[in-house]
Nanobody, 124 residues
Framework: QVQLVESGGGLVQAGGSLRLSCSAS????????MAWFRQAPGEERDFVAA?????????YYADSVKGRFTISRDNAKNTVYLQMNSLKPEDTAVYYC????????????????WGQGTQVTVSS
């Protein structure tokens, strides 16, 4: 059973920063592709960023967050992070962590394991 727990959300002013964390309760975290998605009220859940399993840690980003967000992972801590800088009001959403073993991290349809989400609110 894969359990993902997000933390680090909150209220921030436009232009500010937040760092989200996602702790995974899995035995072989290094074999899981990890990703962040977000869902704004009344909208579908959208891809934000992903990072590959293994040692290369290649990353993928949605165009809307490129240059502002950075995804990273610490396999020793079973944790994936999302550093969010230069936040905008349109970044307001519930942010979800997702995981899938041995998956192509860039294939956003492959993720089957999800956390409960953490709210990020950016005020103007």
């Amino acid at each position: 059973q894969v359990q993902l727990v997000e933390s680090g959300g909150g209220l921030v002013q436009a232009g500010g920063s937040l760092r989200l964390s996602c702790s995974a309760s899995v035995r072989t975290f290094s074999t899981y592709a990890m990703a962040w998605f977000r869902q704004a009220p009344g909208e579908e859940r959208d891809f934000v960023a992903a990072i590959t399993w293994g040692s290369l840690h290649s990353t993928y980003y949605a165009d809307s967050v490129k240059g502002r967000f950075t995804i990273s992972r610490d396999n020793a801590k079973n944790t994936v992070y999302l550093q969010m800088n230069s936040l905008k009001p349109e970044d307001t959403a519930v942010y979800y962590c997702a995981a899938e073993p041995w998956a192509d991290a860039s294939n956003t349809r492959r993720y089957k394991h999800w956390g409960q989400g953490t709210q990020v609110t950016v005020s103007s």
